[in-house]
């Protein structure tokens, strides 16, 4: 069967895009919300100020989130929201969770979304943007012109 022995790879470059698409519409809720209380106004009591530590963070998940979504500057976008949800686990929810005396366990501090956002980016940062993106517009490989 062509689906599990391999044949099913040549969509790579399209479940790529997919997964960045998803996983940054997703991700700019939690900037929307931290910035705008849209879609949700449940979490945070208002919006932040935006040169607080949350401010700034939704202003990365916001704009970094439509940057990842249009595929554009992917990599270092990527990077720097990797970057950011390993900054927001390990001083937001494991600090919780030391209140809580089980710190390190996310299901437990309410970390598991940054977890994972953090290992998703890491893997768009290394593996590129995929299909449908800006950057494959943008950055077109070089053509050896053959001389005659």
């Not at 919780?96 to 437990?108: K, M, R, S």
């Amino acid at each position: 069967m062509m689906i599990f022995n391999g044949g099913i790879g040549r969509f790579t470059p399209q479940a790529q895009a997919a997964l960045r698409i998803v996983a940054a519409l997703v991700f700019m809720q939690h900037g929307l919300e931290k910035l705008f209380h849209f879609p949700a106004a449940g979490h945070f009591p208002g919006p932040f100020v935006l040169f607080s530590m949350p401010g700034v963070a939704g202003i990365l998940e916001t704009f970094g989130g439509l940057s990842l979504v249009l595929g554009l500057f992917t990599r270092p976008v990527a990077f720097l929201l990797c970057g950011e949800m390993a900054v927001a686990y390990w001083t937001v929810h494991f600090r919780v969770g030391l209140a809580l005396h089980n710190g390190f366990f996310p299901a437990v501090n309410n970390g598991d979304a940054a977890v994972l956002f953090c290992f998703i980016f890491l893997f768009i940062w290394v593996a590129g943007p995929g299909a449908w993106s800006l950057d494959g517009l943008r950055v077109r490989p070089k053509t050896v012109a053959l001389s005659a």
